[in-house]
């Protein structure tokens, strides 16, 4: 009896998850309509500075790296508030706080300005908070608001995972912007307090690249591969005006009424970055640049393995002569890779790879995966740095905000000639489920930059695990002048060292 009564519960469980599966079905893609990037023009300030800066670099783009999270949020706020003819913007996640309700607040004024406005979401990364803000957006005459692989609940959107769990397991990890077809900012950055140096709470140590050129074209057709694909869904057709008033703007003036948000607006406010583009005056590295990404297809899991990111940034890797830096704020290398990256090392090439500590890391079941492969990275000669939590960034200091840091970078520097800078983490997550973009950029002088801060900077901010004569796994301190070793995880306790050894049993690398 007690069995039969188990095969009922279940059986009766299925049928409610196909139930709930066939009623929250995502809508029909048919009457969308149908739109392209604009080309940059000479009668916008962008388009104008753009083109004449490009006229004497034909073939490349002009770029610049955005490591400051004060910069990157300046850079985007001026770059919607100098649009006069268009804003693409395709993002992972978009916060309800103060950074992401100025930037939502800015695109709305921009659209009252005239301005085509194009948002793709990705739905996961989206508070329910927002989806009536979203949808008053989404109501203006020039702008168009979709998600990508929408919950087709609500609330709790979470629930969806339960009854459409192979749909909504996929997501759109990419971060675009693109002003008036002209200049675009891409990189590892989302929307959020967390990624501009914002607040009290842990900041993300990440990297974006402003450009302008010959790759704002290719990011403009990027975009309209997303835009177009069919996992984008107008928002009216996901979202219902009117089941609660938009609440956006109000939060906005509370937030900047706090005199730290004052403090915060006026620094933003004095960064020349795009002021500087416009007039002319910014130093931009002219070199060749190729735009990259993952069909949009992967988002349902019909593109072929030639089409992903993945087998582009192998080949950036396949065959380098002296050195290869990673900076992947979640690494789980698998099997294959370890090997390769071991090959490598093997054939003369220097190793480097940076990643997040236990202390540091957002997500601790992915940490718990990378800790599998630590061992015969090092023992295959990889040298690995792992951030320490607290690095102590003279910059976050003196604006009074967090020094508390975890690394969110994605980029690839090889030969001290070529760099990736993108969305890409090396993981399984990346790999085969989320769509991500990036560019390969030849430029000898940023990835000189990037291999400066492996060599003089990072040593001082991370741990550095090594293996002792026993093969045992000791974490240095190189910037502590006692030279302290660690023989456990550093700044964890036996509880979460416990905690990270049991998530590391569970056969979920493949989510990860």
Do not use: C
Not at 29 to 37: F, P
Not at 97 to 121: H, Q, S
Not at 280 to 288: I, K, S
Not at 299 to 316: K, P, W
Request: hydrophobic fraction near 45%; glycine fraction near 8%.
């Amino acid at each position: 009896m007690v069995l039969v009564g188990l095969i009922a519960t279940v059986v009766a469980a299925l049928l409610i998850l196909a139930l709930l599966h066939l009623y929250y079905r995502p809508p029909s893609l048919k009457g969308r309509t149908v739109s392209a990037a604009l080309p940059p023009s000479p009668q916008t300030r962008i388009g104008h500075a753009a083109l004449t800066a490009g006229a004497g670099h034909p073939g490349t783009s002009g770029v610049v790296a955005l490591s400051d999270g004060l910069d990157a949020f300046a850079a985007r706020v001026a770059l919607i508030q100098a649009a006069e003819r268009s804003l693409d913007l395709q993002y992972y996640i978009w916060q309800h706080d103060l950074t992401g309700l100025f930037l939502l607040n800015e695109v709305r004024k921009a659209a009252e300005r005239g301005v085509r406005v194009r948002m793709l979401l990705d739905d996961n990364g989206i508070p329910s908070s927002l989806d009536a803000d979203l949808a008053a957006l989404n109501s203006m005459p020039t702008v168009e608001v979709r998600l990508f692989n929408p919950f087709i609940l609500r609330w709790p959107k979470t629930a969806g995972y339960l009854f459409d769990f192979v749909r909504l397991n996929r997501r759109m990890h990419n971060k675009l912007m693109i002003a008036d077809g002209a200049a675009t900012i891409l990189g590892g950055r989302n929307i959020g307090d967390i990624y501009f140096s914002y607040g009290a709470g842990p900041h993300y140590l990440d990297t974006d690249v402003l450009a302008v050129g010959e790759v704002a074209a290719e990011a403009g057709a990027d975009f309209d591969r997303y835009w177009a694909s069919r996992s984008a869904y107008p928002a009216e057709r996901i979202l219902t005006r009117g089941r609660a008033a938009p609440r956006g703007r109000a939060d906005l003036r509370t937030a900047l009424a706090e005199e730290k948000a004052q403090s915060y607006r006026q620094a933003v406010q004095t960064r020349p970055l795009v002021a500087d583009l416009i007039a002319g005056h910014l130093a931009l590295d002219w070199v060749p640049v190729h735009l990259v990404s993952d069909d949009p297809a992967k988002g349902l899991g019909l593109a072929r393995s030639r089409d992903l990111l993945f087998a582009q940034l192998m080949r950036l890797i396949a065959s380098p002569r002296k050195s290869v830096d990673i900076a992947s704020a979640y690494f789980v290398p698998g099997k294959s890779f370890t090997q390769r990256l071991v090959r490598l090392v093997n054939e003369g090439v220097r190793v480097r790879i940076l990643t997040n500590s236990q202390e540091a890391t957002d997500v601790l079941v992915v940490h718990s995966a990378y800790v599998k492969y630590r061992p015969a990275l090092l023992e295959g000669g990889v040298r690995l740095y792992e951030l320490r939590a607290t690095p102590a960034q003279p910059r976050e200091r003196a604006r009074g905000t967090s020094t508390r840091a975890s690394l969110h970078s994605k980029t690839v520097s090889v030969d001290e000639e070529r760099v990736f800078i993108g969305s890409f983490n090396f993981d399984p997550r990346s790999v085969v489920l989320n769509t991500e973009m990036g560019v390969m950029i030849d430029s000898p002088r940023l990835a000189r930059e990037l291999t400066a801060g492996f060599d003089e900077v990072l040593p001082q901010l991370s741990y550095v695990p090594k293996r002792d004569e026993y093969g045992l796994i000791q974490w240095h301190e190189p910037g502590n002048p006692a030279g302290t070793a660690h023989l456990a995880e550093p700044g964890t306790n036996r509880v979460q060292r416990l905690m990270l050894w049991l998530l590391g049993r569970l056969p979920i690398e493949w989510l990860l």
